[in-house]
């Protein structure tokens, strides 16, 4: 079992830039692909980026370029790095963990283990 904890989410204005970092306890993070998730209130939730333990990445079309994705396995954390952010990245934010190491998944029901997500607001 494992434990994720979102953190980094705030009010932030078009172009600011944040980082997400997600804690993980119960197990090492290291045996698992992370990604991240997000909703917007009354859509569905999407893919934004997954990391494989080897560090291999995949993200969405529409942060391409602008987030970065990473982990670090001593400290348990995978972190997402938001730059150029803009009113439609306005969203909770959820880290997700994938049982199977070297996935880069973007089907949500892929992942075993989530967070409770950490809103992140971007105003124009």
């Known amino acids: 079992q494992v434990q994720l904890v979102e953190s980094g989410g705030r009010l932030v204005q078009a172009g600011g830039s944040l980082r997400l970092s997600c804690a993980a306890s119960g197990r090492t993070l290291s045996t698992y692909a992370m990604g991240w998730f997000r909703q917007a209130p009354g859509k569905e939730r999407e893919f934004v980026a997954a990391?494989?333990?080897?560090?291999?990445?995949y993200y969405a079309d529409s942060v391409k370029g602008r987030f970065t994705i990473s982990r670090d396995n001593a400290e348990n954390t995978v972190y997402l790095q938001m730059n150029g952010l803009k009113p439609e990245d306005t969203a909770v934010y959820h880290c997700?963990?994938?049982?199977?190491?070297?996935?880069?998944?973007?089907?949500?029901?892929?992942?075993?283990?989530w967070g409770q997500g950490t809103q992140v607001t971007v105003s124009s």
């Open positions: 990391i494989s333990r080897s560090g291999s990445t």
């Open positions: 997700a963990a994938d049982r199977t190491p070297y996935s880069l998944s973007y089907r949500s029901y892929d992942y075993e283990y």
